[in-house]
């Protein structure tokens, strides 16, 4: 029993803290590669560690000194003479500051290292050097998904929709090619800040999709990784209050997360939009997304992407059922939102807000549009949405094929039980 209360404190702590040490530790070194690895060490450290000796008085200062002696014994190894490590070891020696086997004893760091001032700096300074330009998009996605999203290679994989081993080389050569190209941990400067904050935006995005609408498993929503994308929404937010984005962002996974009490039923069946218990929506994370909404509207000089797309979360939250929903706002807002982030997903969701405000038929074309570009080919979307709007229309044995085919596509073993009670229906 200690041993699994130890693992699971372990892997409690680093969920909440991971960015944190990984960002204090860059600032201590100066290298975000060996921040990242010396984490990784203590965390390794912690596993072993907490089962046995029990958890730590402060978890995230034992993790933290850890990794600092770890960086100590690194630089020792480089050189007896090195001067940064004279330097740490000095300043470890002063003034009595916990050093060596007793600093990890007690959990105690450094206050100019775990400076609380600093740590939200440092978190956004690591989202920040992750999305670095010398990184492909690729790249910035998978290392700030680990590095500051706390992910697992396996699932960063199932994000992406790629192999675990792609995930981990891309890791890999991302981290080496921080280091030969000498990118600095910091912030960078305002007038590149705005340009890198979009890579950060999407990465949070990401994480947040994945997590309210698994892309593979059991579970239809997996409220760890959306969470964590909603405590990552807040921080930047805060940090950077005069961009719209970051508030349109926050707004967006607040009004989607209200709606997930309500997503499943009592043994975690999806249950659909139309079938939904409203009471059981969150009316306080409804409230702090349309704040947030609002506030975006207010710093910025009109909606951006993420805005928009709060904005039509905010027509379903605010509507008592789906009849009485303003499907003409949501239609203009996805032809807005087509126009500011054209993309196949966008359109097919403007076709099914289309049919609710003007018919099936009327949605078809759109949806045959798309089918005939073969946009969204890999995807169980498309057959989905075209299959529904077949049965609406009565051709049932067109939205029966539609139907089959989407569930041979679907990844999450949720969605697929939705499918197979729809194609039930049909007979």
Partial sequence: MADETGRQAVAAVWRIESARIVGALARYTGDFALAEDLAQEALAEALVSWPRDGVPGNPAGWLLTTGRRR???????RSARDARY??????????GAVTGADAAD????DDVLWDPD???DDVLALMFTACHPVLSREAQVALTLRVVGGLTSDEIARALLVPTATVQARITRAKKTLGAARVPFALPPADERRARLGSVLSVVYLIFTEGSSASSGDDLIRLDLAAEAQRLARILARLVPSEPEAHGLLALLELTAARFPARTGPDGEPVLLEDQD?????????TRGRAALVRAGQVGKGLGAYGVQAAIAECHAVAGSVADTDWDRVVVLYEALGRLAPSPVVELNRAVAVSMA??????LLIVDGLAGDDVLAGSHLLPTVRGELLRRLGRTGDARHELRRAAAMCGNEREREVLRRKLADLG
Avoid: V
């Fill in 71 to 77: 960086a100590i014994d690194a630089f020792r190894r």
């Fill in 86 to 95: 004279a330097a740490l070891a000095h300043g470890l020696s002063e003034g």
């Fill in 106 to 109: 007690t959990g105690e760091a």
């Fill in 118 to 120: 600093r740590i939200d």
């Fill in 278 to 286: 409203r009471r059981r929506w969150d009316r306080s994370a409804i």
């Fill in 358 to 363: 003007q018919g099936p038929a009327a949605a």
